[in-house]
C-alpha cells in the first residue's frame, strides 16, 4: 500500500512567483526526489479543505534524509502524512530537518533594488545540489554574486561559500555586513584579506575571508564554514581559485536590459552583459569546478535565447540536462525579464 504526503506551501512562494509559482514548485520537487529512497507517483496539487498542497504517494514511508530533501525545498511550508479513516482525511505533520547552519534571516537582512529573491535563490541551490552526487563537504562559486545573496542561502545550508563581484563598493558593503551579523550571532569567526595579482600585475583584485563556527569548540576544531568574497573581475576566476576546487557553481546573471543592479554600472559593462559575460568568463568558471560538479545559471532569455546558452555550455565541455523538469522554469518576472533556468555538469 502506498503512503501518501502532503506538502503546504510556504505563503509567500505564490507572492513571489504568482501564476507560475506551480510549475516551478513541480520542476524543483522533480528533481530533488530523485535522491529519494524509494520511488514516488502522482505528483499533483490538491484542494484539501479549501487549502492547496502538493501531494504525492511513495512506495514505503519516506526516510529521514528524504524528509531533509523536502524540508530543504524552496516552497515548503509544512509536510504531512495523509491518512484516509472512515472517509474521513487526517494530516499527520512531520517534523522538517533543514539543520541550518546559520539562521535564514542571513539572506532576507539586506534589501536593495535587483536584488535576486532569497527563495529563488533557494531553489537555484536545490537544483544545483541535487544534479550532483557528491555529499562531502560542498564548495561553492557565485561568479556574479553582487551582495551576496546566493552566499548566504548557501551558508544556511552548510555550503562553503565564495563569491566574485566586480563592484569593490559591493564587497566591501557585503563584508561588513557578514561580519555585523556573525557578531551580533554570536557565531565564532576569524577573517583575513588578502591582495591578489596577476601576471605581471595586469589585473588585481581583494580577498575578504571569514572562517565561521557555533562556538570557541568547533572553530578551534576546524569545524567552520568558509564565507569569501573576492573584489574583482570573474574573469580571472581560475587564478583566484585552484582547478577542480568548487563543486556547485550557481549565479544570477546580469539581465543585459535596463534593469537596477547593485553596483550601478553600465549594463553594457563587460560583466553585466550576460553573452559577452559567458564568452569571456565560462572557460575560467569550468576550470575551477570539479568533475561530476554542476553550473546552474538563470538569465534572462529575452536577451539570450537558451539554444544558444546551451551551445555555449556544450563548447566549453559541460552536458546540459535536457530532462523534462529542467526544461519548465521559464517564468516572467517583469514587462522585459522572462528568466529562465539551465542546468549543466561537467563530465
Not at 15 to 30: A, C, D, H, N, P
Not at 37 to 66: K, M, R, W
Not at 163 to 187: C, P, Q, W
Amino acid at each position: 500500500m502506498y503512503v501518501t504526503y502532503a506538502i503546504l506551501f510556504n505563503p509567500g512562494h505564490n507572492r513571489v512567483y504568482f501564476e507560475t509559482s506551480l510549475k516551478l514548485s513541480l520542476s524543483e520537487f522533480g528533481i530533488c526526489a530523485q535522491n529519494f529512497s524509494t520511488p514516488y507517483q502522482n505528483l499533483q496539487t490538491q484542494n484539501i479543505c479549501g487549502v492547496e498542497y502538493l501531494t504525492f504517494e511513495t512506495a514505503n514511508h519516506l526516510a529521514e534524509p528524504d524528509i531533509k530533501i523536502i524540508s530543504c525545498l524552496s516552497f515548503v511550508y509544512a509536510i504531512f502524512e495523509l491518512k484516509q479513516e472512515n472517509n474521513e482525511t487526517y494530516m499527520k505533520p512531520l517534523a522538517k530537518n533543514n539543520n541550518c547552519f546559520v539562521n535564514e534571516s542571513i539572506g532576507t537582512i539586506l534589501k536593495y533594488t535587483g536584488k535576486t529573491n532569497e527563495v529563488f535563490t533557494k531553489m537555484l541551490l536545490n537544483i544545483a545540489y541535487n544534479s550532483q552526487s557528491s555529499k562531502n563537504e560542498i564548495k561553492l562559486l557565485d561568479p556574479v554574486a553582487g551582495k551576496g545573496t546566493t552566499l548566504f542561502e548557501g551558508l544556511v545550508m552548510g555550503f562553503n561559500v565564495y563569491g566574485i563581484e566586480i563592484a569593490d563598493s559591493v564587497v566591501n558593503e557585503s563584508y561588513h555586513f557578514t561580519k555585523r551579523f556573525l557578531e551580533t550571532a554570536r557565531y565564532k569567526f576569524t577573517h583575513k584579506e588578502t591582495k591578489i595579482s596577476g601576471a605581471n600585475k595586469s589585473f588585481s583584485a581583494l580577498r575578504r575571508t571569514f572562517e565561521t563556527a557555533a562556538t570557541k569548540e568547533e572553530l578551534k576544531t576546524k569545524n567552520t564554514r568558509t564565507i569569501e568574497f573576492i573584489a574583482g573581475n570573474s574573469q580571472h576566476a581560475a587564478t583566484y581559485y585552484k582547478k577542480n576546487f568548487f563543486n556547485l557553481i550557481v549565479g544570477d546573471l546580469p539581465y543585459g536590459v535596463q534593469h537596477g543592479n547593485v553596483t550601478k554600472q553600465k549594463q553594457s559593462s563587460l560583466t553585466r552583459n550576460p553573452l559577452e559575460l559567458l564568452t569571456a568568463c565560462l572557460p575560467a568558471w569550468v576550470n575551477v569546478l570539479k568533475a561530476g560538479g554542476v553550473i546552474v545559471l538563470s538569465w534572462n532569455s529575452n536577451v539570450l535565447p537558451r539554444t544558444k546558452l546551451a551551445d555555449l555550455f556544450l563548447q566549453n565541455g559541460l552536458k546540459v540536462f535536457d530532462e523534462a523538469a529542467y526544461l519548465q522554469f521559464e517564468h516572467r518576472v517583469d514587462q522585459s525579464i522572462l528568466r529562465n533556468i539551465i542546468v549543466a555538469k561537467k563530465p
